[in-house]
């Protein structure tokens, strides 16, 4: 080709760099590093037996539409399971509010395309979710971001937030939060906060995204009602709901689901069309086993106790390590795959995660978690992947390198 290559490609995505997850991720090479990067299911509690079962029944009845193309909104079957799961949480809806989609991440990059334009604005947590700020960085938004708080969002904050903009003439597209478990703070979303969103949803004419990975994965405390079911009780009609079976059954599989009103639905479908067609319907029947034939309520409960006590042991050990005096802090979350810890704010994690990595511990820099402005004094944990041994000894090893940092800033 004569000239470069950079100017043909589309404004859009020509200084794009994607995920910096992925970067974090591919210096862990070295087999001795114990990450807390990643933000992996254990495969302890993978149903291994039960997911070989249910594809051969699969191969045995349905080879030949297993190696078809299938339907773009997604397999009947799948939708009813779907339909039925969300009834545990008293969300009401028929097959046309649901759209199966190749992953949570498909979910959002739908969202991102279906809603924004260059500029628009939409409002999020700080931190926040970075697969979705790269999801929707793809339409190059305007992000406003507020700080998270200890029960949720700053929901006070995202309406001074709405003010500002309306007085400005400027509707966000969204609203984006993660209200069970956030990643990355494992901070979940009080049943006040999520009112009061609702308040301001209504109030500004600005829809709710709901993204919810991890809302099963609950160890202590009590189920607060999804923002999606507080809506229906009210109008119905302000909340898009983004699920994926990534964190509770296995992210190989690569399904998730959106919800949402009919014309939503329809038009990320069409999106779907020329996005990817259709998502793999060997998947979608594991999928549906999942949901159905797997032991779906014992399989939860295990995955519960399991994290649950993963969780103690994170926990437990930071506290031996840091003391109050420390000036280290993290979140107690009540369930999710995921902790933040806050250092001393004279420490930059993005510099620490190379120590860390001398030290053969790893985190993802909580700097990559912020829309805008990012704060560098935060780590994202990881705590379900690695053993409880290895979780014990990844504080341990951190525990020394934060001290060589502290050190570092005291001279
Ligand atoms: C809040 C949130 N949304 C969506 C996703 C994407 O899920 P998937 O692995 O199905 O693409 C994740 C994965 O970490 C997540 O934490």
């Known amino acids: 080709m004569r000239g470069d290559w950079r100017s043909r490609f589309a404004e859009n995505v020509r200084d794009y760099e994607g995920y910096p997850i992925g970067k974090t991720i591919a210096y862990l090479t070295d087999p001795e590093i114990i990450s807390l990067a990643g933000g992996l299911p254990s495969p302890d509690v993978f149903q291994r037996t039960e997911f070989r079962a249910a594809s051969e029944k699969s191969c045995d009845t349905e080879i030949d539409r297993i190696l078809q193309y299938s339907p773009i909104p997604g397999e009947a079957s799948l939708m009813d399971a779907v339909l039925r799961f969300l009834e545990r949480d008293h969300i009401h809806i028929s097959k046309e509010n649901v759209l199966i989609t190749t992953s949570g991440q498909h979910g959002l990059d739908l969202l991102g395309r279906l809603f924004l334009e260059p500029g628009d604005v939409v409002l999020v947590d700080r931190p926040t979710f970075a697969g979705a700020l790269v999801a929707f960085e793809m339409q190059r938004p305007r992000f406003v971001g507020v700080t998270i708080e200890p029960d949720g969002s700053d929901v006070e904050g995202f309406g001074r937030a709405l003010q500002d903009l309306a007085g400005n003439g400027i509707k966000p597209k969204f609203i984006y939060v993660v209200p069970d478990f956030q990643n990355p703070t494992g901070i979940t979303m009080s049943l006040a906060k999520r009112e009061a969103l609702l308040d301001l949803s209504y109030a500004y004419d600005v829809p709710v995204v709901e993204d919810s990975p991890y809302r099963d994965l609950r160890y202590?405390?009590?189920?607060?009602?999804?923002?999606?079911?507080?809506?229906?009780?009210?109008?119905?009609?302000?909340?898009?709901?983004?699920?994926?079976?990534?964190?509770?059954?296995?992210?190989?599989?690569?399904?998730?689901?959106?919800?949402?009103?009919?014309?939503?639905?329809?038009?990320?479908?069409?999106?779907?069309?020329?996005?990817?067609?259709?998502?793999?319907?060997?998947?979608?029947?594991?999928?549906?086993?999942?949901?159905?034939?797997?032991?779906f309520e014992k399989h939860v409960a295990r995955?519960?106790?399991?994290?649950?006590?993963?969780?103690?042991?994170?926990?437990?050990?930071?506290?031996?390590?840091?003391?109050?005096?420390?000036?280290?802090?993290?979140?107690?979350?009540?369930?999710?795959?995921?902790?933040?810890?806050?250092?001393?704010?004279?420490?930059?994690?993005?510099?620490?995660?190379?120590?860390?990595?001398?030290?053969?511990?790893?985190?993802?820099?909580?700097?990559?978690?912020?829309?805008?402005?990012?704060?560098?004094?935060?780590?994202?944990?990881?705590?379900?992947?690695?053993?409880?041994?290895?979780?014990?000894?990844?504080?341990?090893?951190?525990?020394?390198?934060?001290?060589?940092?502290?050190?570092?800033?005291?001279?």
């Open 220 to 295: 202590a405390g009590e189920t607060i009602p999804a923002l999606y079911t507080l809506d229906q009780r009210r109008e119905g009609g302000h909340v898009i709901g983004l699920y994926t079976f990534s964190k509770i059954f296995c992210p190989g599989m690569r399904v998730g689901f959106n919800i949402g009103p009919p014309e939503v639905i329809e038009r990320m479908t069409h999106i779907k069309e020329g996005n990817i067609l259709n998502t793999p319907k060997f998947n979608q029947d594991m999928c549906t086993a999942f949901l159905e034939e797997m032991g």
């Open 303 to 411: 995955c519960q106790s399991y994290y649950r006590e993963k969780l103690d042991v994170f926990l437990k050990t930071m506290a031996a390590h840091f003391p109050p005096e420390s000036g280290v802090r993290w979140t107690k979350p009540e369930g999710g795959l995921f902790l933040w810890v806050s250092v001393p704010e004279a420490i930059d994690t993005a510099e620490l995660f190379f120590d860390a990595i001398e030290h053969k511990v790893a985190f993802v820099p909580g700097e990559q978690f912020y829309a805008e402005n990012p704060e560098h004094n935060h780590m994202r944990i990881n705590f379900s992947f690695v053993s409880k041994e290895d979780l014990a000894e990844a504080v341990k090893r951190l525990a020394k390198c934060i001290e060589t940092a502290l050190e570092r800033t005291r001279k």
